[in-house]
């Protein structure tokens, strides 16, 4: 993505308003909440989400500073450059956004389908299963789409996609 030239902004490195950190801070929060509520269901009554709990590698505070610092260059950092920054504008080109945002969002779910399969080892219906809910994707394509900031972005990647705790 650098070496096409994109400036500054076209990559995202600006700050937003602090309306849009409060957004971010919300959905932030509302998995939070969720997370919450899902520990206090009973036994057996919850249905654990797709992905692997975060909180089982976090064994102190340096391990909690490495598990972001993965997260971050491993995860956030390229899928954030490759979909929103670099396909989303060129689907908007193209389509209506709310067309681009949700095949991006699609092309985000159907990415973490090698990490089902071989990671988790499940089946591949189960697999399929696990990436039916692609919120995270679509909150992505929105947020960038209304700030081209990938500072927020990788604030929500960082913070409101992983599952911790459940």
Known sequence: ???FGYGWRALGLVLPPR???AAALGVILLNVVAMVLFQLLPPGEGVAPGGADLAQEITGPVAAFALLVGLLLRAAVPEELVLRV??????VA???VGWAILIQAL???AGHLPQELLSYGRPLLLSLGYLLPIENGLIAG??????RS???LLLLHLFAFPRFGV
């Open 1 to 3: 993505v650098l070496g």
């Open 19 to 21: 309306r849009v950190w």
């Open 86 to 91: 670099g396909i989303q504008p060129r689907l």
């Open 94 to 96: 193209l389509l209506p």
């Open 107 to 109: 092309l985000f779910s």
């Open 142 to 147: 929105y947020f960038w789409h209304r700030t």
């Open 150 to 152: 990938l500072p927020v």
